[in-house]
């Protein structure tokens, strides 16, 4: 995941609309925020652990002045969340000083790695985007060479802005398996994860980078460079399915909507009797209300979900540890009470949170649990941005339909087909990575993911 964000406009306050913009970004990551600018001759950066509106203020905010900027939101899937890690990574020479923000996970990071430290190359974090920025940073001459010569070098995902003193510059891997936009806010250039970002700071949405393209944000406009041959196209589908927010614009189809058609195929595919549908909120939302309206039957809410919850260092005691779930959910017993309730969610992995679920809906007296997954069985790991699990701990990589359910207690089980996902997207195979739910890969990848493979490392003291 993680949301990136880049804006060059000399007449605006370019943090504070990098910071606007990274509130729009939260959902693809909570671990930590930063933004970096610079005035034209040097770059200013701040970096912290946390949520967006806890890493910055307006005081501040008010020390980043500048003429271009770069801002991130991290969800960690290389290095462990620590403040090395937090980005924009910055990366020093004699002379130049580079800002990188990075959405994506290379599959190539160690062997890369191990040449640049045995080149006699220092590393302060454990995360593969100080791997790119150093492949940049050492390169001799213009910084959009620079980044051409490492996007030869780099092998996964990643969607990138890198900012030097002077130039602002996004590039998108060849398979474009990360998403990102181009927008323009009265005539100056921006960049984003997703389009709800550009809708947030008042830019509109001009299309998306392509695979294996290179973007210079310049004051004259956007130049760019096709610095790498496509390969097939394979945008991430989980970002249609889960991540992207259901407000955006992806590959030019409304997220909302594809999920209302998940719903609604998934209804086709897995009719039940029952008397409600309700969804695990909120990414399950768009699919319910799909299932219902195809269905027929009445789409209600019957969990609550507590919307402050996110990560957090105060841990419950055991007695609420016990209750786990409800600290995020909450089930209302005066609309499950004597019913047969349809649950629709996007996606199970592990089956933790679900299984809880389950019987919560019954402890609060619903009379028959029957579970809707908008999504094919998630059963191979992924090793290009998203930290979901081993294939050891992937439920469906391991049982059947049946045994799942007979693990999860529901009364029934359905998933959505893979061909049902294709009818809903519009695509298989032959546009969107879809490897988590069929394990075909569109690169190279590891034997095994490890997003924590270089804490041993010693890292400098802050």
Same mark, same amino acid.
């Given at each position: 995941m993680c949301g990136v964000f880049g804006i060059r406009a000399s007449d605006r306050d370019v943090a504070r609309l990098t910071y606007f913009a990274?509130?729009?970004?939260?959902?693809?990551?909570?671990?930590?925020?930063?933004?970096?600018?610079?005035?034209?001759?040097?770059?200013?950066?701040?970096?912290?652990?946390?949520?967006?509106?806890?890493?910055?203020?307006?005081?501040?905010?008010?020390?980043?002045?500048?003429?271009?900027?770069?801002?991130?939101?991290?969800?960690?899937?290389?290095?462990s969340s620590r403040w090395q890690n937090a980005q924009p990574v910055i990366r020093h020479r004699p002379g130049r000083t580079l800002s990188l923000a990075h959405n994506g996970n290379l599959t190539n990071t160690t062997e890369l790695r191990d040449e640049l430290e045995g080149r006699g190359l220092k590393f302060e974090s454990t995360s593969d985007t100080e791997v790119i920025a150093a492949l940049i940073c050492e390169h001799d001459g213009p910084l959009v060479d620079g980044v051409k010569e490492a996007m030869s070098r780099i092998v996964g995902a990643f969607a990138a802005i890198v900012m030097d003193e002077e130039q602002l510059i996004g590039f998108r891997d060849p398979d474009g398996i990360r998403p990102l936009v181009l927008g323009d806010l009265d005539g100056h250039p921006v960049l984003a994860s997703e389009t709800c970002a550009l809708d947030i700071v008042g830019a509109t949405f001009?299309?998306?980078?392509?695979? =294996?393209?290179?973007?210079?944000? @310049?004051?004259?406009?956007?130049?760019?460079? #096709? !610095?790498? /041959?496509?390969?097939?196209? $394979?945008?991430?589908?989980?970002?249609?399915?889960?991540?992207?927010?259901?407000?955006?614009?992806?590959? =030019?189809?409304?997220?909302?909507? @594809?999920?209302?058609?998940?719903?609604?195929? #998934? !209804?086709? /595919?897995?009719?039940?009797? $029952?008397?409600?549908?309700?969804?695990?909120?909120?990414?399950?939302?768009?699919?319910?209300?799909?299932?219902?309206?195809?269905?027929?039957?009445?789409?209600?809410?019957?969990?609550?979900?507590?919307?402050?919850?996110g990560?957090?260092?105060?841990?419950?005691?055991?007695?609420?540890?016990?209750?786990?779930?409800?600290?995020?959910?909450?089930?209302?017993?005066?609309?499950?009470?004597?019913?047969?309730?349809?649950?629709?969610?996007?996606?199970?992995?592990?089956?933790?949170?679900?299984?809880?679920?389950?019987?919560?809906?019954?402890g609060a007296g619903a009379l028959e649990v029957h579970l809707r997954i908008s999504s094919p069985p998630v059963i191979s790991p992924c090793f290009y941005g998203i930290d979901m699990a081993t294939k050891d701990e992937m439920i469906a990589a391991n049982q059947s339909v049946e045994e799942i359910r007979q693990h999860l207690g529901a009364d029934s089980l359905a998933y959505l087909s893979l061909e049902g996902l294709e009818a809903a997207t519009g695509h298989g195979d032959d546009r969107y990575c879809r490897a988590c739910l069929t394990g075909r890969y569109p690169t190279v990848v590891p034997i095994a993911a490890d997003k924590e493979r270089f804490e041993a490392t010693q890292l400098p003291v802050a």
């Open positions: 990274l509130y729009a970004l939260q959902h693809r990551g909570q671990e930590s925020a930063g933004i970096a600018v610079t005035d034209g001759r040097h770059i200013q950066a701040v970096r912290e652990l946390g949520l967006v509106s806890q890493v910055f203020d307006e005081s501040t905010l008010e020390t980043l002045e500048g003429v271009a900027a770069v801002g991130h939101a991290r969800y960690s899937t290389t290095g001009v299309r998306d980078i392509e695979p =294996g393209e290179i973007v210079v944000l @310049t004051d004259r406009g956007v130049e760019s460079i #096709l !610095a790498a /041959e496509p390969h097939q196209p $394979a945008l991430c589908v989980f970002e249609f399915i889960y991540f992207a927010r259901p407000d955006s614009k992806l590959d =030019g189809l409304h997220l909302h909507r @594809t999920r209302e058609l998940m719903g609604e195929r #998934l !209804a086709d /595919e897995a009719p039940v009797e $029952a008397d409600i549908v309700i969804p695990v909120p909120d990414s399950g939302a768009p699919a319910a209300q799909g299932f219902a309206r195809r269905s027929g039957i009445p789409y209600v809410d019957g969990l609550v979900k507590n919307r402050y919850v990560r957090t260092f105060i841990q419950p005691d055991q007695a609420m540890r016990e209750n786990g779930i409800k600290l995020k959910f909450n089930p209302m017993p005066d609309v499950l009470a004597g019913q047969r309730v349809i649950v629709v969610d996007d996606s199970i992995v592990r089956g933790t949170t679900t299984r809880k679920i389950v019987e919560m809906l019954r």
